[in-house]
């Protein structure tokens, strides 16, 4: 039985001849410059900046010489999530949650950016005409003068539209494009439409029935003709899933066909820069002839209309005549799932308000010429006129979140697939300038979660060394207190709250090492002008200096005698015993009009032993918050109470600011 089937080895059927300088060089002397491209995040763009976006990609092209090729291509690969959960200190709470989110799918995006310069007549040619259908490829000579010149052009192109500041191209080296010997490189990712760095060549099948690569069989959509194209165009389009009455959330026009498809797909977005001015003439000519056969066929009066339409916005505006292609390729190994992708493609297509188009007759061609370098290749009827403008409306222009080079930061979820993310909200918004303050606001109706995340954000914040402070009411964060001094075994994580069998307590006089600064000394002397002091009372200098001293003293009797225990009983007793008694020595004398002490100690009386609040100030448990790298201020059920609510807010305030002056030193 003889053998009639058609095959042969990529090597013989490979339109490239090599890759020298970073530039890709075809067999028939096209020039190909790689690009990776940096794309804004998913849902961070307003609709102004997407206006920037696509002006900067329209002065970045029109840079370009004629005959050039822009081909963009975004991959879009599903991944699973590989969890971190070989860290031995890895908390009970951050361990789960890594084991939740073990090997969950998400796609993983990439954007490259092919920028080619062929001929004139390489770039109207047909599917015929494709390296896939000629027998042997000789290798011709390149044009040295031009290639210089598109070189420059290329250095233009990638200068502004990393100016722009919204986009960032990164030219990709020999090794990234060929690969090297421990990892593939573009051109083996896209032969076999794989990103893994384990990627081989398998076995390419271009037939009647479809593309398939190696068990992936591969199906292609296309926007090549004006019919299939929407009535209007825009920059960006808005997302009605996250949108509300009073604000717009905003994506770029073509993101259907983008993140929003959830499979394996490439999409391709190809420009052909011409002869812009040979174009309108031909046009013109066109134009002509359909008019004096206007009499013969209606249609040919209304094509006459439509090329007077294009050619009257050409010459208004000055726009540039160009042609163009977009192309969705999905891939599936398994046929049921490709029918559901196939499906799927189109409903997005639709989307777009495009009428989707299943080709099957130049798919083989269409990814031949996808291959990058190989744009030269690319069928021209496959492609419609339009301008600039309109076509960069199809270049998709966001990926998917990232996560902060900073290693510090939080967990958080992509929004559409889930994929936890590491994101510094703090310390790297501050640097690159979108924020001017740390400070944030957590906003919410009630049950929405507000609770929750700020529980998940300090437990993190504090696994990674940061001291929390917290004044909360509703106990919201009583159970991760509680989780955090059962991990350290008692030495973090205080929780105050009040209750008659257990009131809150404090003693502002204790230090661990009777170090007392001017703040803490001020805090003190604060503490007591808000116990003695009402709101409507004027307190005078006599009255702040005399406790201030008295204070000072205290310390310097607790500092000399350790064998006082700083408490407000014994300050008390101090005041009571001796500073009286100092006062009343002195030789000039302070009237009781300007420090009547008599009237502070019968004021203090009721924070002294066997006061009704006794409890407040003299905490036996001796607990310097400086070290505590965990607390928490339960306040609800004293923020109602004129005695002792203020009296907690000093105490929050001291060990705040204690806190930051003393963290401050420490950096």
Known sequence: MRNILKAATVESKLPLLSVEHGCIVSKDADITV??????????????????????????????????????????????????????????????????????????????????????????????????????????????????????????????????????????????????TSQRPGLLEQYLSLSFSDTASLEDIGLDAEGIRIGDKRVCLHTLSDTEDLPGRVGTDMRYERLSTDRSDCRLSFAAPVGLLLSCDHIYTQVLFLEDSAENLRRFEKQARNMHSLSRYSRSNQINKEWIDQYLNEAHSFGLTSIRAHFNVMAWSDDTEELRRIRNDVGSQLALMECRPRHNTVDAATLYWAG????????????????????????????????????????????????????????????KRGIITNRNKFVLGPSGSGKSFFMNHLVRQYWEQGTHIVLVDTGNSYQGLCELIRRKTKGADGMYFTYTEENPISFNPFYTDDYVFDVEKKDSIKTLLLTLWKTEDDKITKTESGELGSAVSAYIERIRSDRSIIPSLNTFYEYMRDDYRREMEERDIRVRREDFDIDNLLVTLRQYYRGGRYDFLLNSTENIDLLSKRFIVFEIDSIKENRELFPVVTIIIMEAFIKKMSYLCIRM
Not at 165 to 175: M, T, Y
Not at 375 to 404: H, K, M, Q, V
Request: some cysteine.
């Open 34 to 179: 790689v690009f990776r491209v940096e794309l804004p995040e998913l849902f961070t763009v307003t609709s102004a900046e997407y206006e920037g976006i696509h002006a900067a990609w329209c002065k970045a092209v029109r840079v370009l010489p004629q005959y050039s090729i822009v081909t963009k291509q975004d991959w879009f690969i599903r991944e699973k999530y590989v969890s971190e959960l070989n860290d031995g200190n890895m908390s009970f709470l951050s361990r789960s949650y890594e084991r939740h989110f073990n090997e969950r799918p998400f796609l993983n995006h990439a954007c490259y950016l092919y920028l080619t310069k062929t001929t004139k007549e390489r770039i109207r040619m047909q599917s015929n005409f494709s390296t896939l259908c000629r027998g042997n490829i000789i290798p011709k000579e390149v044009n040295a003068e031009a290639t210089k010149g598109f070189l420059e052009a290329v250095e233009q192109f990638e200068h502004i539209l990393n100016d722009s500041g919204f986009i960032r191209l990164c030219r990709l080296s020999a090794d990234k494009i060929t690969g």
């Open 371 to 430: 291959m990058p370098g190989n744009a030269g290749d690319f069928p021209a009827e496959e492609s419609f006129y339009t301008f600039i403008e309109p076509a960069l409306c199809f270049f998709t222009n966001e990926t998917n979140y990232r996560s902060s080079s900073s290693p510090f930061g939080i967990k958080l979820c992509d929004r559409i697939s889930g994929k936890p993310l590491h994101l510094d909200i703090s310390d790297e918004p501050m």
